[in-house]
Each structure stands twice: as C-alpha cells, then as structure tokens.
C-alpha cells in the first residue's frame, strides 16, 4: 500500500471502530460523519471514547482551518472533554506546514502525538511469559479490572475509565480482551476487535508499577493470536502511543501515519 491509502486506512479504522464502541456505551451517542469531520462522541468521563476525526484527503491550508474552527466547536458544545484526532500525511503540504498555528487559531492544543500501524502480520503464535497467565475478559469484574489498568496507565481518574468500559457487552462477547495476571493480579491487558477484513488492536495498557519487563507485548500478542485465530484475518492495524510504538514493531506492525492529539485549550 501507498503511504497515503495506510494514511486512509488508519483514519477509517478509527471512525469504524470507534462507532461501535461510542454506541456501546450508549446508542444516544453523538455518531456523525460530516463533510471532512467523523464524530465519535459519548460524551463520557472516559475520554478516549470522545473523538472526532478529520476525513478530507489532501485538504489544503484554507480548508483545515474551517474543519478546525468546526472541530473546536463541536468539542465546546459537550460536556466532557476529548481528543481530536488529526492524521497529518492526510493534509496538503500547506496545511502541513501551518498545522500549529491553524490549531492555535481554532483555539485547539496539542496534546501528545502519536502513531498510525499496521501489518500483514497474522497468525501470532501463542505467546508465553514466564510471570503472565492469560484470561479473557468475560466478566464484570475482569472488565472493570481492564478498566482500571487503563486509569492508571493512562493517568485517568479509575471513575473516568470505568464510566467508560463497566457494563460493556462489547468487551465482554464480541472483543477479543486479555488480562495478562501475575500471581493472578491484572498488571496488563489488550484488546483486538474484527473490523472491516482487519483486526484492531485497542487500549493496551500496562500498570506503571509493571512496566519494562515485556508484559505489553505478551498480552497484546495473546489478543491478536485468540483473535486470528477465531477470525482466519491477516491484517492487523492500531493507533500507538510514543511509548507503545517500539513493542509494537517487534510484534511485526510498520509505522504508517503520524498522528496528532488536539484538546481544547482552556
């Protein structure tokens, strides 16, 4: 694939992916795909689940700045606060070159970068750790403890990721959601959702406490091999943070888009 149809694909994952999980949480969601703007909004305390994306191809400097100043708005008329997700190789060189200043204008700041990947990289054989047992996340309790591991990796309130994730079907029946448990505590856990011929990978996190010692890698390597194998899919794709991106080439994925982070500034 041209690096621009990796940059298509990554944006249509998100927007794909991201609706069935915005409506999981709840089927009142804000789920809209405007002329260039994808909502994904639930409007929640977890703030991943409220998103909003850009989906013009090759827009040009003019025409960010109106999806930008539309994007702020959107984002002023809820309740809790969200990211948009901005996919840089999507934009002309123009636009690529005043995107600060757009955003500043928009009254939008940057809030961490991040990676588009993927590969055909699928089977994944059966990981094994020495300090990790695997079980799939089917319960309540697992759900919440998948939750919390999320809070306290990505710096949340455990309030924020619960109202997230507690009482999701999703996660429960269709999602492909691992806890990696050292002498049976959750320290890890990773999810892999079929969509659209693919398998997504999604809110991998790792307790702060646990980090460093390959426990990422193997949980996120368990997903993708249960979810390979009951799918028969070969290609895998995922949004990474700086942090994440190196485990994730050495699993197989291949960096493909730069990604942005906006957030409101207050």
């Known amino acids: 694939m041209t690096d621009l149809a990796n940059?298509?694909?990554?944006?249509?994952?998100?927007?794909?992916?991201?609706?069935?999980?915005v409506l999981d949480r709840d089927p009142g969601a804000d789920v809209r795909d405007l002329p260039g703007v994808a909502v994904r909004w639930a409007d929640c305390r977890f703030p991943f689940w409220n998103c909003v994306t850009l989906t013009d191809v090759g827009a040009d400097a003019e025409l960010l700045d109106r999806r930008l100043t539309q994007v702020a708005d959107i984002m002023r008329g809820k309740r809790h606060p969200g990211f948009l997700w901005l996919f840089e190789d999507?934009?002309?060189?123009?636009?690529?070159?005043?995107?600060?200043?757009?955003?500043?204008?928009?009254g939008l700041?940057?809030?961490?970068?991040?990676?588009?990947?993927?590969?055909?990289?699928?089977?994944v054989p059966d990981p094994e750790h020495p300090d990790l047992t695997f079980e799939r996340v089917t319960t309540d309790e697992q759900l919440l403890a998948y939750a919390d591991l999320n809070s306290r990796a990505y710096g949340f309130a455990p309030e924020d990721g619960r109202d997230g994730l507690e009482g999701s079907a999703l996660w429960k029946e269709r999602a492909h959601a691992y806890?990696?448990?050292?002498?049976?505590?959750?320290?890890?856990?990773?999810?892999?959702?079929?969509?659209?011929?693919?398998?997504?990978?999604?809110?991998?996190?790792?307790?702060?406490?646990?980090?460093?010692?390959?426990?990422?890698?193997?949980?996120?390597?368990?997903?993708?091999?249960?979810?390979?194998?009951?799918?028969?899919?070969?290609?895998?794709?995922?949004?990474?943070?700086?942090?994440?991106a190196p485990v994730y080439v050495r699993i197989g994925f291949e960096p493909n888009s730069t990604v942005h982070f906006y957030g409101l500034d207050a």
């Open 7 to 21: 940059s298509i694909e990554s944006v249509e994952q998100l927007a794909l992916v991201w609706r069935g999980m």
């Open 90 to 106: 999507l934009l002309a060189d123009d636009a690529r070159a005043g995107l600060d200043a757009a955003a500043e204008r928009a």
């Open 109 to 123: 700041k940057h809030a961490f970068p991040g990676t588009g990947m993927a590969g055909d990289l699928l089977p």
């Open 179 to 244: 806890l990696g448990l050292r002498d049976g505590v959750p320290v890890t856990c990773a999810a892999a959702v079929e969509a659209d011929g693919r398998l997504f990978v999604a809110l991998v996190a790792t307790d702060p406490e646990h980090q460093h010692k390959g426990y990422g890698e193997a949980v996120t390597r368990k997903a993708l091999h249960e979810g390979g194998r009951a799918t028969g899919l070969t290609r895998a794709t995922l949004h990474a943070t700086p942090a994440g």
